[in-house]
């Protein structure tokens, strides 16, 4: 296992709860073995193992729940 930390800006969260949303469907995600999302930062880092998924994967589950990631 190859296990890559990234950050992620994330936009479009407008609350904590918005945060614990997207953490919450990023560690259930097959492949991700960490997500730490925070509001006051518009940000998370997101722990996975790169021979599962990888980075766009990650944006698409983000996109999905209606917010926008980018790798920084």
Not at 58 to 68: C, D, H, P, Q, R
């Amino acid at each position: 296992m190859a296990t890559v930390k990234k950050e992620f800006q994330i936009d479009g969260m407008h609350c904590g709860s918005c945060a614990i949303g997207i953490q919450m469907v990023l560690t259930a995600t097959d492949g991700v073995t960490g997500a730490n999302i925070s509001y006051e930062a518009k940000s998370g880092e997101v722990e996975f193992d790169d021979t599962k998924i990888n980075t766009e994967s990650i944006e698409k589950a983000v996109s999905e729940l209606g917010y926008k990631a980018t790798p920084k």
